[in-house]
């Protein structure tokens, strides 16, 4: 099935109200060669403002002549009209691919100074701007200036090349899909749904063990043990554990409670004092 035919079946089956799918394409020539035309028209005008020439036109290459596509001012090249690639101006401009500028060339008497800048596609010579005038010599900011245009003209072919590009390649019979086209799956416009992992259930703590303290020390033990393995091998601890101390069951006076006497005094002169000290 060629392009066409698929193009036709998409819109027939999605319902699209309009003329067929070939009757499409030649409207779409024919309004990039119109678009192609006005911008060569528009960029000719804008020539001889910013140059102030007395006539520009643009020539296009087909085939192996150059044709005038566009004109304003004294050039009145007419649509279709070939160039004359024998004047030495237009010559040097093909040859070089650059700029180039005659004054006083013999077939116009009229006019005194020439100027041919090239209009390149894609490193290729499609065809030049023609400029002329018999005021003053043209200067290097014109060149710049048309240069400058130049790349829109470019700009402008590359448009009208890819509408006829796209003619060729849907019109060509032999553009077939050789292998039928797999169904494209739909887009998911939404995250997929998450299955819930159910969380793994937490271990039964463990019993405590029965910990004993070291009678020495007091770092915990195992059970059946009274001295940890430090203390086993320290004498003085072991000794100290088996034997508690003799006054271990008496309570342990504080400090203030054993110094009651002192502290007593202490107060009562210092109150003394204070009396003393106020009375005066």
């Given at each position: 099935?060629?392009?066409?035919?698929?193009?036709?079946?998409?819109?027939?089956?999605?319902?699209?109200?309009?003329?067929?799918?070939?009757?499409?394409?030649?409207?779409?020539?024919?309004?990039?060669?119109?678009?192609?035309?006005?911008?060569?028209?528009?960029?000719?005008?804008?020539?001889?403002?910013?140059?102030?020439?007395?006539?520009?036109?643009?020539?296009?290459?087909?085939?192996?002549?150059?044709?005038?596509?566009?004109?304003?001012?004294?050039?009145?090249?007419?649509?279709?009209?070939?160039?004359?690639?024998?004047?030495?101006?237009?010559?040097?401009?093909?040859?070089?691919?650059?700029?180039?500028?005659?004054?006083?060339?013999?077939?116009?008497?009229?006019?005194?100074?020439?100027?041919?800048?090239?209009i390149l596609q894609a490193?290729?010579f499609v065809g030049f701007?023609?400029?002329?005038?018999?005021?003053?010599?043209?200067?290097?900011?014109?060149?710049?200036?048309?240069?400058?245009?130049?790349?829109?003209?470019?700009?402008?072919?590359?448009?009208?090349?890819?509408?006829?590009?796209?003619?060729?390649?849907?019109?060509?019979?032999?553009?077939?899909?050789?292998?039928?086209?797999?169904?494209?799956?739909?887009?998911?416009?939404?995250?997929?749904?998450?299955?819930?992992?159910?969380?793994?259930?937490?271990?039964?703590?463990?019993?405590?063990?029965?910990?004993?303290?070291?009678?020495?020390?007091?770092?915990?033990?195992?059970?059946?043990?009274?001295?940890?393995?430090?203390?086993?091998?320290?004498?003085?601890?072991?000794?100290?554990?088996?034997?508690?101390?003799?006054?271990?069951?008496?309570?342990?006076?504080?400090?203030?409670?054993?110094?009651?006497?002192?502290?007593?005094?202490?107060?009562?002169?210092?109150?003394?004092?204070?009396?003393?000290?106020?009375?005066?």
């Amino acid at each position: 099935m060629s392009v066409l035919a698929l193009a036709e079946n998409e819109r027939v089956a999605g319902g699209i109200v309009g003329p067929p799918a070939a009757a499409l394409f030649p409207g779409l020539i024919q309004s990039a060669q119109l678009e192609l035309q006005a911008s060569l028209q528009l960029l000719v005008e804008r020539a001889r403002f910013l140059t102030g020439a007395r006539g520009v036109a643009i020539a296009l290459k087909e085939g192996e002549q150059f044709a005038y596509r566009a004109s304003a001012g004294t050039m009145t090249a007419e649509g279709g009209n070939s160039a004359d690639l024998d004047r030495e101006l237009l010559r040097n401009c093909i040859a070089g691919a650059k700029p180039v500028r005659l004054s006083q060339e013999a077939r116009d008497e009229a006019e005194s100074f020439y100027l041919a800048v090239p209009i390149l596609q894609a490193k290729s010579f499609v065809g030049f701007f023609e400029l002329t005038t018999r005021d003053a010599e043209f200067s290097h900011e014109d060149i710049d200036a048309v240069a400058r245009l130049a790349v829109f003209a470019e700009t402008a072919l590359d448009h009208a090349f890819a509408a006829e590009e796209t003619e060729r390649r849907v019109f060509a019979p032999e553009i077939e899909f050789s292998e039928p086209v797999a169904p494209v799956p739909p887009t998911l416009w939404h995250a997929p749904e998450q299955v819930a992992v159910a969380a793994p259930a937490d271990p039964a703590p463990a019993a405590p063990a029965d910990i004993k303290l070291c009678a020495s020390c007091n770092f915990p033990v195992s059970t059946g043990r009274n001295l940890c393995v430090d203390c086993e091998r320290d004498p003085s601890a072991a000794a100290t554990a088996a034997a508690p101390p003799m006054f271990a069951g008496e309570k342990q006076e504080s400090w203030i409670e054993a110094h009651g006497y002192t502290v007593a005094s202490i107060l009562v002169s210092a109150l003394a004092a204070a009396i003393i000290y106020w009375l005066r």
